[in-house]
């Protein structure tokens, strides 16, 4: 245990596809020319670009040693500079181990340890037994006292125990313990993603955005296969494409979207089948994924903070997925926030937190009945605008409503300045362009969606504090919540327009870390008076 | 407003900064001058462009160091720090100590030659800075934080 191991020999393969992987765009360059003048050279190029690539993979692994000590990890590699790497175990802010195909072969699995901080290289041991892997998990996981707990982390067995939703609207969960110190359930919770609400999911995500513009762009570099021959051969086949011209353009964006629609639901299904969250003592385990099972262990103190994002597809189904924002981060990675529930109903989400989070306030959001409530007591205090005294109206009873102490919302004097601001987006443009192209004019029925658009952004954001947490709702085109406990917020700020201040509006930021960046939320045109209220709250 | 404000001396610094780094402005007409020895456009535009460019460079170099500073201003306690600037977009931003990570500071050439330098805390999530504060000043004030954020326990 204490002496430096190499890693399983498996790792070099691995790094000979890593290599492969990272110069993957090189290649398709190389091809694209390479295919266009028929010297011979090419041919070497590829394959001296092979060899050094499967040179660098088996050094890479020759050279890449570790050793586990007691409480911390230390890793050297590096082929020409030797770097060390010294992960101390308080420093750990998640562990993933995840087995993909090759690793899956050989019946082993690969662990990343992710740190905080901006420079921080990632640690990838990519072939170890899962025993190591799990023993070195054990060891950085300092709050981990019951490492026994842990169940095999790719038992297959999928325990339905769903959330069930909860009948009654408010059962108030006053059980409160202080994080950190939460009494060991015997029973873990568990909630699984069944296959239902998978397909739903690969259904309505909206990665095909993406994956369209990449498909557009490839095709696009396909200039050499579109040619009128083909373009026949396929119209020739195709009886409703008579006149080729705009309909073979209508029909390639066709195809593009249908394509990538299909593409982006084939990702979903392979990362997220088998989604499983569990709670073993202080930590989070989820593991997921079809190809490459993935399990990440998440401490509950690593935890920054929690949100949720109804999409636009998804909201009329009142279908959100919650993630959890951490600050440990991957290289290169870009998807930072990690999932708890890919998909879950929005009624669902009370259990979940129970289950999951018991110790987050407000975790329900703020009800229709109360934010009524809470809307009506403090309408004369917020058209108020003595801005020096600082309410004590909107401090509710401090057992009221899941603890709630502050309810706010953007005030009526601000409902235009939310109409008007997403169409300040086209209206420039408009303006500019509509000189030279008068048919721009049609442009300016963009004010409907726009408006519409900037009424339920108004309507949707709210902001609740209780005595440790932050709620937010807004939206950015989907509907966001986030809860942040007081101690993970980063730093606070307001910002005042010229323009905001005749009529005593503030933007309001909150910023917390998430991978390695911060995550800045800002809820826009908040009241003077509920400014000072929210600084109130954060200095106490 | 604050209570404290920056060194009076960040005036003429930035005013000297902005005179050296303004000058980039005139590019554009330089371009355009460019193009003009080939032949592409026609002179008004040059003369154009370098009316327009210099009346924003004299604006920016005479107006805009005093405006700035008179805008700027910032208050730490042993709760936090606390900072506000800016003309036309006023920001109010608060860190508290127990989340500073740590602090440095910086000089360049030209503040150095007014005795000013930077001061910057960086918490998990990003970074803030106090631009041109006395220099002793400065290194007061980052060893009085660093010696409150010694005392913090808590952890990222």
Known sequence: MFEFQRLH???SITGVLEVIKQNVFTLII???????????????????????????????????????????????????VQKKLYIHKNRVQVTEISAGIIQRIFGLVSLTIQTAGGGSERAVLSALDAETARTIVEVLNPKNTKGSELNSEFSQEEQQINAVPNEGEHSHTNLTPPPNHQPHSNHNPEWTLSNKRLLYLALTSGEF????????????????????????????????IQQPGLFFVLFSIGAVILVSYVLSIITSFVRYYGFTIRKIGNELHISRGLLERIQTTVPYHRIQAISSTEGLLRQP????SISIISAGHQQGQQQRSLLAAPLILGHEREVFFQQFFGSWEIAQ????????????????????????????????????????????????????????????????????????????????????????????????????????????????????????????????????HILQKRKKLYHVMFSVVSGSHELSVRVKDFSSDTMNSIMNWFHR | MLEER??????????LQFAL????????????????????????????????????????????????WSRWSYQVNDKGIQMRRGIIW??????????????????????RSYGLSVIRFSNAATSHEIPALEEDLSQDLKNRITDMVRLVKEDV
């Open chain 2, 90 to 111: 006023v920001q109010h931003t608060e860190v508290p100590i127990n989340r500073i990570q740590h602090v440095d500071t910086r000089q360049g050439p030209i503040y």
């Open chain 1, 30 to 80: 190389v091809f694209i020319v390479g295919s266009r003048n028929e010297s011979p050279y090419f041919i070497w190029l590829i394959g001296a670009g092979l060899l050094s690539a499967f040179g660098l993979g088996i050094l890479g692994w020759f050279r890449f040693k570790y050793q586990l000590l007691e409480d911390e990890i230390h890793i050297h590699k590096g082929i020409f």
């Open chain 2, 21 to 68: 780094s303004g000058l980039f402005l005139f590019s554009p007409a330089a371009f355009l001058y460019f193009l003009h020895t080939k032949e592409v456009i026609a002179l008004e535009w040059v003369i154009g462009s370098a009316i327009l460019a210099m009346v924003m460079y004299i604006l920016i170099v005479a107006f805009l160091p005093q405006l700035r």
């Open chain 1, 317 to 320: 189904f009142g279908l959100e």
């Open chain 1, 9 to 11: 020999w498996v790792a």
């Open chain 1, 209 to 240: 955005g993406i994956i369209a513009t990449i498909l557009g762009t490839v095709l696009g570099q396909l200039s050499d296969f579109i040619t009128d021959e083909n373009i026949q051969w396929i119209v020739d086949r195709i009886p409703l």
């Open chain 1, 365 to 496: 959001g703020i009800s229709q009945q109360s934010r009524q409530e809470l809307q009506d007591s403090s309408q004369d205090f917020l058209s108020r605008v003595n801005e020096s005294i600082i309410p004590s109206q909107n401090f509710l009873e401090s057992n009221d409503e899941h603890e709630l102490q502050l309810y706010a919302k953007p005030p009526k004097r601000a409902f235009f300045r939310y109409l008007r601001r997403p169409n300040y987006l086209w209206i420039f443009p408009f303006l500019v362009g509509s000189y030279w192209l008068p048919w721009l004019l049609w442009v300016a029925l963009l004010s409907i969606p726009a408006t519409l658009y900037g009424w339920i952004a108004y309507k949707d954001t709210e902001l609740g504090l209780s005595s440790e947490h932050l709620y937010i709702r807004y939206r950015v085109l989907a509907r966001k919540h986030i809860w942040v406990p007081k101690v993970r917020l980063q730093s606070i700020g307001t910002s005042q």
């Open chain 2, 6 to 15: 920056i060194h009076p001396n960040a005036i003429p610094a930035w005013r």
